[in-house]
């Protein structure tokens, strides 16, 4: 004769305490996956607000750069630029040699160069 298997059953209040206790480790899980939610919403918006305010300060120096590409040389000239030196002014790199045009270029006097041996 087989007896019957006896299985243990837990009190009412030991399953109430681990739903509980399951309930907060759910609850747990949720207020993080709200937090990188969050986070990642924010990163995404400073990302595109930075990608945007680059493409429009490069908007504006390419167009700073066509206005003083079309001018001509002797209005460059008058303002003291030199044509090779519109991108370093535009663009805020350091200028290559003399902000005068090529043209209006003064040389010194002859007697005034140094001699060498």
Do not use: N
């Amino acid at each position: 004769m087989t007896t019957p298997s006896k299985t243990p059953v837990a009190p009412a209040a030991d399953l109430a305490s681990s739903a509980e206790a399951v309930q907060r480790g759910l609850d747990q899980q949720i207020s993080v996956l709200a937090g990188l939610i969050v986070d990642g919403a924010a990163a995404l918006t400073l990302a595109v607000r930075k990608a945007w305010t680059s493409y429009l300060d490069y908007r504006a120096k390419r167009r700073a750069f066509d206005e003083l590409m079309s001018l001509d040389t002797r209005m460059l000239c008058d303002i003291g630029v030199s044509r090779q030196d519109v991108h370093a002014i535009v663009y805020g790199q350091a200028l290559q040699g003399t902000t005068r045009a090529p043209e209006t270029k003064i040389e010194a006097p002859v007697a005034a160069r140094p001699v060498h041996a």
